[in-house]
């Protein structure tokens, strides 16, 4: 499927040369995916090469089956229905009652999903597997919950608790991480494997991915970087630390600078407060402007100047700067220039020029990568599913 998925058009005979399987094995699988409608036939890719008898080509049918990306962050939360090819169907935002209740935000959640899925016909047995990124810290296997200081989320089995709610399998990613294997995996920076991915909102987070494997840790932190030690003795810090990188080079630094707030986010109440303040200070058109455009810049060079480092040891072949201010073009522009100038040669992407995948996307194609195009897709179950409601027909 995947192959099929990857080069619209393969013909039973290309299949068969490159899973390394005989023209009648490969003809029996066809068969039973093309049954279950999750594949269907086209004119093949090679016509146009080949004289002589036509071929025909394989293609994922886009109605063959759909996932759910799902996404909490602590100021937005959202979820998305595509087909099994990654088309996004519709985005719908859920606006949480009282977002720091897992219980409560999870039936909000599930009744937009209900929705979704109601409104675009998507019979159950056609969903194939649910993808869930969240802004919080999760253990190895990802499937618990740690902490999620910013959504005020205490530590529970986040895995078990979804997958009880939807009677399907999900799989749970770190948001960060989760937009950083999109990009890798699916993304325009498809195949890479090296990467760098570094978010900036009120607070930093990031990713990396090196050898085309997710760097964890031995406390599943790597990446973590707004926490790493910048200024010895500095101002304090969310984590309660004094010093910190989100003390100097983040969005809360930049407020901080202009004296919109001089306390760091302690609670999920203050997360959020500081975090609208940040939107209305980014998005302002006012005379202070020029005073914004001033901090982000001071604090886009520091950005730079204490990651050089940690990016050298990375060696990424791309570093990609994203988030609110990653989308803000003095603080992306002035992270840039002094990395280049300090002497770091490798690719900056940045989204204030460029589209990275949204979160909810990024966790539709979590989804697709783990739970269809993967060794753990249930094909038996969605057959027989099918084959019923073709008997039932
Ligand atoms: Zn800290």
């Known amino acids: 499927m995947g192959l099929i998925q990857e ?5 039973r005979t290309e299949l068969a040369l490159s899973v390394g399987v005989s023209n009648a094995a490969i003809t029996n699988i066809v068969n039973e995916l093309l049954i279950a409608g999750i594949v269907t036939e086209t004119n ?11 071929r025909v080509g394989l293609q994922i049918e886009n109605k063959g089956g759909f996932v759910l990306g799902i996404n909490v962050l602590a100021s937005y939360v959202s979820i998305v229905l595509a087909d099994i090819n990654g ?31 109601t409104e675009h016909r998507v019979p159950l047995s056609r969903l194939f597997g649910i993808g869930f990124s969240v802004a919080g810290y999760l253990d190895k296997k990802r499937e618990t919950l740690e902490r999620a200081p910013y959504i005020g989320w205490p530590s529970f089995h986040l895995k078990n608790k979804l997958q009880n709610m939807f009677g399907k399998i999900v799989t749970v990613e770190n948001v960060t991480r989760c937009v950083a294997l999109a990009e890798s995996k699916f993304g325009a920076l498809k195949g890479l494997k090296d990467l760098v991915l570094i978010r900036s909102a009120l607070g930093l987070g990031g990713a990396i991915i090196t050898g085309g494997q997710l760097l964890n840790g031995n406390q599943n932190f790597a990446g973590d970087l707004g926490h790493i030690l910048a200024v010895p003795g500095g101002k304090i810090c969310s984590c309660g630390k004094c010093g910190c990188l989100n003390t100097v080079a ?12 001089d306390k760091s986010y302690e609670t999920a109440n203050q997360f959020l407060t500081q975090n609208i303040q940040l939107r209305n200070l980014l998005n302002s058109e006012s005379s202070d402007k020029v005073d914004v455009n001033a901090a982000a810049v001071e604090a886009g060079e520091a950005l730079a100047k204490h990651l050089f480092t940690t990016l050298q040891i990375l060696n990424p072949k791309v570093v990609c700067l ?10 992306s522009e002035a992270f840039r220039n002094t990395i280049i ?12 020029e460029r589209d990275i995948i949204t979160p909810a996307m990024a966790s539709v194609y979590l989804a697709l990568s783990e739970l269809v ?21």
Do not use: C
């Not at 088309?87 to 009744?111: C, G, M, R, W």
């Open 7 to 11: 080069h619209p058009g393969i013909d």
């Open 44 to 54: 093949s890719q090679q016509n146009l090469k080949h004289r002589g008898r036509r």
């Open 87 to 117: 088309n996004l169907i519709e985005e719908k935002e859920v606006k949480p009652q009282k977002i720091k209740d897992p219980a409560h935000t999870f039936s909000d959640i599930k009744t937009a999903a209900d929705i979704l899925l």
């Open 250 to 261: 983040s969005g809360w630094a930049i407020m901080n600078k202009l004296g919109t707030t």
């Open 322 to 331: 994203t988030g609110p201010l990653g989308r803000h073009k003095k603080y």
């Open 341 to 352: 100038s300090m002497g770091f040669d490798q690719k900056i992407i940045l989204a204030s």
């Open 373 to 393: 195009y993967s060794p753990s897709f249930n094909f038996e179950q969605i057959l027989s599913s099918n084959q019923k409601r073709v008997v039932s027909k």
